[in-house]
C-alpha cells in the first residue's frame, strides 16, 4: 500500500469502525447516510474491519464478485484481489460502509489548481477556463464548487474530497455545474454533502468521467444530469444518491431568477454508461431518461455492465420518463444486474407531470433490455411491478424487446411473468 495522506482530524469520521488494509489503518469518513474509506494499494488487499457492536452478517456488494467476509464477533475480514469499489452493509453497523480502493496515482504537476493532501480548503466557486484543471490529493478536502462555461479541455481529478456543504442551503445549486463545455475530464475524486444535483452536464459535448465516487443525502442528490449532451462516456463509477443515479435531459434551464439561462434544450445522442455501481436512495431512479424532455430526440443511449445495489423509494431501477414532446429511441439497457428494488422494476412511461412545459406529448420505441438478472430474495421478491404506458393513441410506446431478462433461474418469457402493466404500447415481445 502507497502512504497515503491522512484526512484532517476534525474532518467528520466514523466512530464505531475501525478499517485495516494490508495491516495498515485507513481514514473511516461519515456522511449522514454512509461510512466511506479511501485507499490506494497495489496488488491483493487484505481488508480488516473492526466494530463496536457485533457484527452478525456483512453483504459485500456488487454481489457478482462473489466477495465474502470471514466474521468473528465484532471484526469481519475479506480478501481483494485487485483495486475494487464495494458496498458493504453489516448488520450491527448503524451505515453502510463504501470502500474505495484506488490505484496508486503520483500528481502529475500540471494542475491549475492544487490541493495538497491533509488540509480542508474553504474555496467557494471556483471557475475554469480553456485548458485549465483542478487537482484535490488524497487526503485533502475542497469545500465548495467548480463551475466552468464555454470551457474546452478541462480536467477535474485526483483522489481527494470535493465537499459542497460549503453551499448547503442554497436552493438548486449545483456541485459541479459546466455548460457548452467540450473535451472535459471528471476522474477518480470523491463528492459528499451536495447541496442539490451534484454534476450537472448542460449542452456539453466529448466528456469522460471515470472512477467518480459519490455520496449524496439530500433528496434532490442526483449523481450525473447529462442536460442537452452529445458524445458522454461514464464508466467505472460508484454512486449514492438519493435521486436519480444517472439521468439523461434536454432543457433550458437557469438556477434561479438572477441567473443566466442555460441554453440546454439540444438532441441527446452518443451516450454510453457502463462498469458502474449505483446505489439508490429514497427518491428518484437508479437510471433515468426525463422527465424534462423539450427537444425533439434522444437517441444512441447505451447502459451496460452495471450493478444496481438497490432503489430503496418509489421510483424505478430502469426508467424513462417522456412529459415533453421528444421522441426516445434506440436504448439499450445491457448486461445490467439488480440487487434490490423496492417498488418498480421497470417504468417506461409517455406522460404528463409537474416536470414539463411542452404541450405537446412525445413517444418511445425501440427499447432493448438484454441480458438483465434481478435478484431474488425474502426482500426482493420472484415476480416484479413494472409500468409500460403510452400517452394516448398518437404517443404510445413502441418496440420494447425482453431479450434474457430473468428473475433470479427464471427467463421471463410473457408480462404477466414479470407483472407488466400496459397501456397504448404495441411491440412488447420476449426473447
Known sequence: MNTNYHYPKSYPRSQELLVKVNGVHVDVLRTAVAYYAPVSYEGEAIVEIEAKQMIKSVLISPMKLGIEAAIDGTKATFKLATNQMLHLKMDGVSLPLFFYGNKPAEYDGAATYYFAGGQVYEVGEITLRDNESVYIEDGAVVKGSIRASGASNIKIYGTG???????????????ILLYDCSKVTIMDIIMVEPPCWMIMLANCRSVHIDGLKQIGEVVSSDGIDIVGCQDVLVENCILRNNDDCVVIKAFDW??????????????????????????????????????ELTIDEVSGVKFHDIDIVSVQGYGAALSIHVGDRATVRDIRFENIRIEHYYDKLVDFR????????????????????????????PYNPGYSISVIGG???????????FDNFRLGERKVK???????????????IYK
Open 254 to 291: 437557469a438556477e434561479n431568477e438572477n441567473s443566466e439561462l442555460l441554453f440546454a434544450a439540444k438532441n441527446v445522442t452518443g451516450i454510453e454508461v457502463r462498469s458502474c455501481v449505483f446505489v439508490n436512495g429514497p427518491s428518484g431512479n437508479a437510471i433515468e431518461i426525463g422527465h
Open 414 to 428: 410473457s408480462a404477466n411473468e414479470m407483472d407488466l402493466f400496459v397501456k397504448e404500447a404495441e411491440g412488447i
Open 161 to 175: 474530497v470535493l465537499d459542497g456543504s460549503y453551499f448547503r442551503g442554497t436552493r438548486d445549486y449545483r456541485t
Open 391 to 401: 400517452y394516448d393513441a398518437e404517443h404510445r410506446v413502441r418496440n420494447v424487446t
Open 350 to 377: 409517455v406522460m404528463k407531470s409537474m416536470y414539463n412545459t411542452d404541450a405537446e406529448r412525445g413517444q418511445i420505441c425501440d427499447i432493448t433490455l438484454k441480458d438483465i438478472f434481478v435478484n431474488v430474495s
